[in-house]
């Protein structure tokens, strides 16, 4: 099956700081990634879509200009959190729709965000 | 918006033995797709078996098949002859055409030894 992968898949940083986090569709083309949070034992919350060609758009809640999406090609979107703080350490998963039927999505493996 | 609801945080199985995940959805889409997501330990989201709301058949892959009552919007998961593999957190989720997944709560399966 089609394969998504994230970097990196754990990282740690200092608040104030910038993250950036790498969604590449490895074996297929996407158009259309989207990006999750989720914090430990609960389930995945809906940030954004990100958009080939075109701005991101984000879910109700979710701040703009702290979480910038940017879908450089057809294979990579980037999540870089800004400005980080201790309340943004999470869980961030891409995923990509297959481009066939069902609206299947392939996940990435996930990156484990620590902002200290 | 779609919301979709398991009421079961957590569910405990002995090995070799059937459980039973409920989910329930809301939405007013005539055409939409319905899935189980497992997700082990290790956190990577794997697929555990989809249905397309035309279809009348419920979905069956080996040992986990769904029960989808179409007009009582439910969706539920049957794992038969669990396997300690099984222990992991299952969520179901909903798609209508713009891709977008809507996610439950998940359910905790711990299957015990």
């Known amino acids: 099956g089609a394969v998504v992968s994230q970097h990196p898949s754990w990282v740690i940083c200092k608040s104030g700081t910038s993250v950036k986090i790498e969604c590449r569709s490895l074996d297929f083309q996407a158009t259309t990634m989207f990006w999750y949070r989720q914090f430990p034992k609960q389930s995945l919350m809906l940030m954004a879509t990100s958009n080939e060609g075109s701005k991101a758009t984000y879910e109700q809640g979710v701040e703009k200009d702290k979480f910038l999406i940017n879908h450089a090609s057809l294979t990579l979107s980037t999540l870089t959190v800004t400005s980080a703080h201790p309340e943004d350490s999470s869980f961030y998963i891409c995923?990509?729709?297959?481009?066939?039927?069902?609206?299947?999505?392939?996940f990435g493996p996930g990156t484990r965000l620590t902002v200290l | 918006a779609q919301t979709v609801t398991q009421s079961q945080p957590e569910m405990s199985v002995q090995e070799a033995e059937t459980v039973t995940l409920s989910c329930t959805y809301d939405t007013s889409e005539s055409n939409y797709y319905l899935f189980w997501y497992k997700q082990p330990p290790s956190r990577q989201m794997i697929l555990v078996i989809r249905q397309e709301a035309y279809k009348q058949q419920n979905a069956t892959e080996n040992r986990f098949s769904v029960n989808f009552q179409k007009a009582a919007k439910s969706f539920s998961l049957k794992i038969s002859d669990s396997q300690l593999g099984d222990t992991a957190m299952y969520f179901c989720?909903?798609?209508?055409?713009?891709?977008?997944?809507?996610f439950g709560a998940g359910t905790t399966v711990t299957v015990r030894a």
């Open positions: 989720a909903f798609s209508a055409n713009d891709y977008k997944l809507s």
């Open positions: 995923s990509a729709p297959n481009g066939r039927a069902y609206n299947e999505q392939f």
